[in-house]
């Protein structure tokens, strides 16, 4: 064990995976930690609800947690320090183990924790590498507003969020036009084959036509084709594709997406006092159950091992899980879902997911 007295630790983001690392540093380290936690929101955002949001914008407050209270009452107790420092991360220097903030600031650490998670093309889905929460809320805000007043409506994107997103619309606004463009053979094209197919007849079922392998290109309201035909309508909403909030980090750790590269560990390879979590990951899977199923167990025996310093921890090598874990809400009635890749009936989707989104819930990850 260790015979320091204290290690500056520092978190980088102030969402799931930072406030999940704050809980972790807390709870498993018998020396003083004195950790710093930056991020350009001020609180953190339950994502997960966003296409529930954008039709019942009311349930927005029940999404947003600020960092500052969650932090007081953590450490509240503890031999540990913890502060929140809103900015962006501009750089960090591996080598002289310092980080970067607005350009200006520099902190010093022992220990750093890469949490920064990833952002989507459109702010109302995820919050944002350079604005706070308020960014998020105002796109989320304008958003539902287009929805409520246009009558023709694309969604990009067959996966779980184009799928859901268009499903609340159209459960919604019974009168609206919603075209779904999966740029995949189905919906759900991660899913089996009899999953997608009860997906895509649950769609059918709300009135929205669902076009299958078109790759598309959006400019402005309208969309172009392969073969240079194009279709107008008056709202295009893409939910294609997440970008990870790495630009502060040298190119040589992250792989050709922009992701982190990390051992089995989640340990950068050439510095091991550096840990990431969560989207950033390479390894991962992009979701809150690997995060927290995953992801989770290695990163708590990792710090012990790398910030307590504890040598006789046995560390866990993360292995992504043998099946699918996720529900999709299609409507409020239902939908689908895999557990460890079974599939699960609609009732238990609406119990779990589809009758709020998770939102009574929410307060869990950020509390």
């Known amino acids: 064990m260790s015979k320091e007295k204290s290690k500056q630790v520092v978190i980088i983001g102030g969402s799931y995976a930072g406030i999940l690392a704050l809980k972790t540093l807390l709870k498993s380290s018998p020396i003083e930690l004195n950790i710093t936690l930056i991020s350009p929101n001020d609180s953190g955002y339950f994502n997960a609800a966003a296409p529930r949001l954008l039709i019942e914008p009311e349930s927005i407050e029940k999404t947003i947690f600020p960092i500052k209270p969650t932090i007081e009452k953590l450490t509240s107790g ?9 900015g962006v991360v501009t750089k960090v220097d591996l080598t002289n183990q310092k980080v970067f903030v607005d350009n200006e600031s520099e902190i010093d650490y022992d220990n750093l ?12 889905f995820k919050l944002t590498n350079n604005n706070d929460q308020n960014y998020t809320i105002k796109a989320i805000l304008e958003l539902g507003d287009e929805i409520k007043a246009d009558n023709n409506i694309a969604v990009i994107g067959g996966g779980s969020t ?8 159209a459960f919604k606004y019974s009168d609206k036009n919603v075209v779904l463009y999966t740029g995949a053979s189905r919906p759900l094209p991660s899913f089996p084959k009899s999953t997608s197919s009860k997906a895509t007849g649950k769609l059918n079922q709300l009135g929205i036509e669902i076009v299958n392998g078109e790759r598309v290109n959006v400019k402005d309201k309208t969309i172009e084709f392969a073969d240079g035909s194009t279709k ?3 709202l295009i909403i893409e939910t294609l ?3 990870p909030n790495t630009d502060f980090l040298p190119k040589k750790v ?3 997406y922009g992701y982190v590269e990390t051992d089995e560990y989640l340990r950068l390879k050439d510095h091991h006092n550096v840990i990431c979590l969560g989207d950033v990951v ?3 899977a992009n979701s809150i159950v690997d995060l927290v199923y995953t992801q989770k167990p290695v990163f708590e025996k990792t710090v012990e091992f790398e910030v307590v310093d504890n040598e006789a921890t046995q560390l866990k090598a993360y292995q992504k899980a043998s099946g699918i874990t996720t529900f999709i809400p299609i409507g409020r009635n239902g939908g689908v879902g895999l557990l460890f890749g079974y599939c699960v ?7 779990a997911k589809a009758r709020d989104f998770m939102i009574s819930k929410a307060g869990e990850h950020f509390t």
């Open 78 to 86: 503890t031999i540990h320090t913890a502060k929140f420092l809103q």
């Open 345 to 351: 009936p609609s009732f238990l989707i609406w119990f």
């Open 162 to 169: 184009g799928v859901e997103t268009s499903a609340e619309i």
């Open 241 to 243: 594709g997440l970008l």
């Open 282 to 284: 390479a390894l991962g």
């Open 254 to 256: 992250l792989n050709e």
């Open 232 to 234: 107008s309508f008056n």
């Open 113 to 124: 924790i890469i949490a920064s998670g990833a952002r989507a093309k459109s702010p109302a």
